[in-house]
C-alpha cells in the first residue's frame, strides 16, 4: 500500500523538478525574481527555478536590427521630405532592460523615430544630402545616450533612403543638367583654345623653316590624289607669284 502511495508521488516530484529546470543560451541572460523580487542575473546553462516563490525570463543579447518606419519630416529650409532607416542596438545590461523599460524594442524604435524627424528639422536639404554619414553618426550618438539607462547600447544608424516631392526632383534634375551643359561647354572652350595654341605654333614652325609650306602643301596634295573623287584645286603660294610678279616688272625695264 505504501508503495503505491510512494510511486505516483515520486513521479510528481520528478515531474516538477524537471519542470523547474530552465535553460539559458549562450546568447541568451536570464532576469531571476524571487518572490517578485529582482534577484540576480543567469548565465547561460541549467538553472533550478522554484516553483510559485521564483520566476525568471529570457533576454537575447545578440545585435538586433531594426527597420525604422518612413517618417515624414521637414528640413531646416522648409522642404518636405520622407525618411527611413535601419537602427542596430544590442542588450548590455539585461536587469536594466527589463526592469527600467516595459518593452525595450518598441521604446528603441519610438526613440529613433523622434529622433530622427529632429534631426533632420536641424539641417538644410543640401546638407541632408551631402552629409549623410555625419546626420546618421549625430543620430546614432543622441539614441545612444538616451538609451543607455536602459541597459542597450545603440551600435550604428543608417539612413536608408531620402524621398523628394515630385516637384523637388524635377527642379534638382534642372540644375544637374546646367551643371553638366556647362561643364561641357567649359571642356570644349578649352579644347579650342588648346587646338588654336596648337595650330598658331604649327603655323609658325611652318613660316620660319625655308620651304616647310611648299613641302606641306605637296604632301597634302598626295593626300588628296589618294582618291580619285576629289576634285584638287590648286592653289599658288605667294611666294611664287611675288616672283612672277618681280620678274615681270624686271622685263618691263
Given at each position: 500500500?505504501?508503495?503505491?502511495?510512494l510511486v505516483p508521488?515520486?513521479?510528481?516530484?520528478?515531474?516538477?523538478?524537471?519542470g523547474?529546470?530552465?535553460?539559458?543560451n549562450?546568447?541568451?541572460?536570464?532576469?531571476?525574481?524571487?518572490?517578485?523580487?529582482?534577484?540576480?542575473?543567469?548565465?547561460?546553462?541549467?538553472?533550478?527555478?522554484?516553483?510559485?516563490?521564483?520566476?525568471f525570463?529570457?533576454?537575447?543579447?545578440r545585435?538586433?536590427?531594426?527597420?525604422?518606419?518612413?517618417?515624414?519630416?521637414?528640413t531646416k529650409?522648409?522642404?518636405s521630405?520622407?525618411?527611413n532607416?535601419?537602427?542596430y542596438?544590442?542588450?548590455?545590461?539585461?536587469?536594466?532592460?527589463?526592469?527600467?523599460v516595459?518593452?525595450?524594442?518598441?521604446?528603441?524604435?519610438?526613440l529613433?523615430?523622434?529622433?530622427m524627424?529632429?534631426?533632420?528639422?536641424?539641417?538644410?536639404?543640401d546638407?541632408?544630402?551631402?552629409?549623410?554619414?555625419k546626420?546618421?553618426?549625430?543620430?546614432?550618438k543622441?539614441?545612444?545616450?538616451?538609451?543607455?539607462?536602459w541597459g542597450?547600447?545603440?551600435?550604428?544608424?543608417e539612413?536608408?533612403?531620402v524621398?523628394?516631392?515630385?516637384d523637388?526632383?524635377?527642379?534638382?534634375?534642372?540644375?544637374a543638367?546646367?551643371?553638366?551643359?556647362?561643364?561641357?561647354?567649359?571642356t570644349?572652350?578649352?579644347?579650342?583654345?588648346?587646338?588654336?595654341?596648337?595650330l598658331?605654333?604649327?603655323?609658325?614652325?611652318?613660316?620660319?623653316?625655308?620651304g616647310?609650306?611648299?613641302?606641306r602643301?605637296?604632301?597634302t596634295?598626295?593626300?588628296?590624289?589618294?582618291?580619285?573623287?576629289?576634285?584638287?584645286i590648286f592653289?599658288?603660294?605667294?611666294?611664287?607669284?611675288?616672283?612672277?610678279?618681280?620678274?615681270?616688272?624686271?622685263n618691263?625695264?
Amino acid at each position: 500500500m505504501a508503495l503505491e502511495i510512494l510511486v505516483p508521488v515520486v513521479v510528481v516530484l520528478a515531474f516538477i523538478i524537471l519542470g523547474s529546470i530552465k535553460q539559458v543560451n549562450e546568447y541568451e541572460r536570464g532576469i531571476l525574481f524571487t518572490i517578485g523580487k529582482f534577484t540576480k542575473i543567469l548565465k547561460p546553462g541549467w538553472h533550478v527555478i522554484l516553483p510559485v516563490i521564483q520566476s525568471f525570463s529570457k533576454v537575447d543579447i545578440r545585435t538586433k536590427a531594426v527597420d525604422v518606419p518612413e517618417q515624414e519630416a521637414i528640413t531646416k529650409d522648409n522642404v518636405s521630405i520622407k525618411i527611413n532607416a535601419v537602427l542596430y542596438y544590442k542588450v548590455f545590461d539585461a536587469s536594466k532592460a527589463v526592469l527600467a523599460v516595459e518593452n525595450f524594442g518598441y521604446a528603441v524604435s519610438q526613440l529613433a523615430q523622434t529622433t530622427m524627424r529632429n534631426a533632420v528639422g536641424a539641417v538644410s536639404l543640401d546638407e541632408l544630402l551631402s552629409e549623410r554619414d555625419k546626420i546618421s553618426t549625430e543620430i546614432c550618438k543622441i539614441i545612444d545616450e538616451a538609451t543607455d539607462p536602459w541597459g542597450i547600447k545603440v551600435e550604428n544608424v543608417e539612413l536608408k533612403d531620402v524621398k523628394l516631392p515630385a516637384d523637388m526632383q524635377r527642379t534638382i534634375a534642372k540644375i544637374a543638367e546646367a551643371e553638366r551643359e556647362k561643364q561641357a561647354v567649359i571642356t570644349k572652350a578649352l579644347g579650342e583654345k588648346e587646338a588654336a595654341a596648337n595650330l598658331a605654333d604649327a603655323a609658325k614652325q611652318l613660316s620660319d623653316a625655308p620651304g616647310a609650306l611648299h613641302l606641306r602643301t605637296l604632301a597634302t596634295l598626295n593626300d588628296l590624289s589618294s582618291d580619285q573623287s576629289n576634285t584638287i584645286i590648286f592653289a599658288i603660294p605667294i611666294e611664287v607669284l611675288d616672283a612672277c610678279k618681280g620678274l615681270a616688272n624686271k622685263n618691263d625695264k
